[in-house]
């Protein structure tokens, strides 16, 4: 029987070992202790940077080296850059594929250092295509992205806030979320909020032509507000910051009225989503609006002890109109268990049909028998779809699916009128299995596949 590698006393030594067990031949003819397990590894004193050298200059070129010694070289950046927007570009849309090759080409045709923001993208582009091994993200994927943070810093001390530093920011909070890095998730998402304000690309800001002049950049400036405001959303949220949230949701963050809806005008509770056509993103940053509007309400009201039965009926209409839009007959309708605005108003529904089946309501008793039904149907429509629905590759899976398959298991195995209280595992294995898969590209899947098994 030999060990997988030398034993420590060898490797230390640089000795040619045969990894005998328990002892290999040249410990035993030297009569030496032969350990195969690394001791742990002794606490260090990390290297403190001069303050002096903390210049912008310093910094570009650091990040640079950055670039060359995490991604490689140009060719490999290129390549690196292609793979991102063959995947994680496909569900977040916020950088313009190309104006960033143009960006790239300028610098290599001057010869010139890239800009620290340009150089900072490419690594947080670099970094959310990561994928966890073995259930969990490797130290270097976790090191990559602590000194990311860490140039983020940097970078907004010396008064850097660009377009890119501001997608940067936000492709780093989308790994937070896909990797369940709370509460960094949560802080990050209020901090690129700040960000985008600061800089101007809020949508209650005048003109977004007044801080870009070039349509293109226009146009991603609109998707990345679009992108920060999917985001911002409660269920990052630590249970006792909802009041302090209810609070700064009184005031209106995305105006509706400037996506480009198909020249359509926002949509109010009455009208019919399913009559305006508009693009995957925009539908995504209108669910994930839902979903925090669902949220905030359902938080409030365990609060505060009330019930806006008003504002709840409005809520489930907004979400009916919209899930409608996925059945509306469409030539090519979205794959069930990849659209992440279905996910996200999949989500929504269900949030609120749980707590409003078990509100005590008096004389409401059609209502709540009604919320059952259709949460029984919505929980069972899950499951079929995790069951029967074509694989989707892996690298495409977008961080918003996660959430929607864990809480349907959840509701199904916490409410026995939804069960109907037989056996559930057969029910949800499928919910189980696809929690599993979506595991092996995000851990926060991961996580929610543990709560289920806990449960």
Same mark, same amino acid.
């Given at each position: 029987m030999s060990a997988d590698q030398a034993c420590v006393r060898c490797r230390r030594q640089k000795r040619r070992c045969d990894k005998v067990l328990p002892c290999c031949t040249l410990c035993k003819r030297l009569n030496k202790h032969c350990d195969y397990l690394l001791p742990a590894e002794a606490p260090r004193l990390l290297p403190v940077p001069d303050w002096a050298d903390l210049t912008p200059s310093n910094v570009c070129h650091t990040l640079e080296v950055q670039v060359s010694s995490n991604v490689g070289d140009r060719l490999q950046v290129q390549a690196a850059a292609a793979f991102y927007f063959r995947t994680i570009h496909t569900w977040f849309p916020i950088i313009s594929e190309p104006s960033y090759n143009i960006r790239l080409s300028n610098v290599r045709v001057q010869a010139a250092s890239a800009p620290s923001d340009l150089s900072l993208l490419t690594l947080c582009m670099a970094l959310v295509c990561k994928g966890p091994v073995g259930g969990e993200l490797p130290l270097s994927s976790r090191s990559m992205y602590a000194s990311l943070k860490s140039f983020v810093a940097l970078l907004e001390a010396m008064g850097t806030n660009s377009l890119e530093m501001l997608q940067s920011r936000l492709l780093l909070t989308v790994f937070e979320i896909g990797h369940a890095m709370y509460p960094s998730a949560y802080i990050s998402a209020a901090a690129n909020m700040r960000a985008a304000v600061s800089l101007g690309i809020n949508a209650t800001c005048g003109d977004l032509r007044k801080a870009f002049r070039d349509p293109r950049k226009v146009e991603e400036a609109r998707q990345t507000w679009r992108g920060i405001v999917i985001t911002d959303r409660s269920d990052l949220a630590p249970k006792d910051?909802?009041?302090?949230? $209810?609070?700064?949701?009184?005031?209106? @963050?995305?105006?509706?009225?400037?996506?480009?809806?198909? #020249?359509?005008?926002?949509?109010?509770? =009455?009208?019919?989503?399913?009559?305006?056509?508009? !693009?995957?993103?925009?539908?995504?940053?209108?669910?994930?609006?839902?979903? !925090?509007?669902?949220?905030?309400?359902?938080?409030?009201?365990?609060?505060?002890?009330?019930?806006?039965?008003?504002?709840?009926?409005?809520? %489930?209409?907004?979400?009916?109109? $919209?899930?409608?839009?996925?059945?509306?007959? *469409?030539? !090519?309708?979205?794959?069930?268990?990849?659209? =992440?605005?279905?996910?996200?108003?999949?989500?929504?529904?269900?949030?609120? %049909? +749980?707590?409003?089946?078990?509100?005590? /309501?008096?004389?409401?008793?059609?209502?709540?028998?009604?919320? /059952?039904?259709?949460?029984?149907?919505?929980?069972?429509?899950?499951?079929?779809?995790?069951?029967? =629905?074509?694989?989707?590759?892996?690298?495409?899976? =977008?961080? $918003?699916?996660?959430?929607?398959?864990?809480?349907?298991?959840?509701?199904?195995?916490?409410?026995?009128?939804?069960?109907?209280?037989?056996?559930? +595992?057969?029910?949800?294995?499928? %919910?189980? *299995?696809?929690?599993?898969? %979506?595991?092996?590209?995000?851990?926060?899947? #991961?996580?929610?596949?543990? #709560? @289920?098994?806990?449960?």
């Open positions: 910051a909802h009041q302090l949230i $209810f609070v700064l949701k009184q005031e209106p @963050v995305v105006d509706m009225s400037r996506w480009r809806m198909a #020249k359509h005008p926002i949509l109010t509770e =009455s009208e019919d989503w399913a009559k305006v056509e508009v !693009d995957s993103f925009t539908r995504l940053a209108h669910a994930s609006q839902l979903l !925090d509007r669902v949220l905030v309400h359902i938080h409030t009201t365990q609060s505060n002890s009330l019930f806006d039965s008003v504002e709840a009926v409005q809520i %489930l209409k907004s979400l009916t109109s $919209f899930l409608v839009t996925f059945q509306s007959g *469409d030539s !090519d309708p979205p794959h069930p268990l990849s659209d =992440s605005a279905l996910a996200l108003c999949r989500s929504a529904m269900l949030e609120t %049909l +749980e707590v409003g089946s078990h509100m005590n /309501i008096p004389d409401n008793e059609y209502c709540i028998r009604t919320s /059952i039904n259709i949460l029984k149907s919505l929980v069972h429509e899950i499951a079929r779809g995790a069951e029967i =629905s074509p694989p989707v590759e892996m690298v495409n899976l =977008s961080v $918003f699916l996660p959430h929607c398959i864990y809480k349907a298991a959840m509701v199904f195995l916490g409410d026995a009128r939804v069960s109907g209280c037989v056996d559930p +595992e057969p029910s949800i294995r499928p %919910l189980k *299995d696809l929690l599993g898969y %979506l595991g092996m590209r995000w851990v926060a899947a #991961k996580r929610y596949l543990a #709560k @289920v098994e806990t449960l």
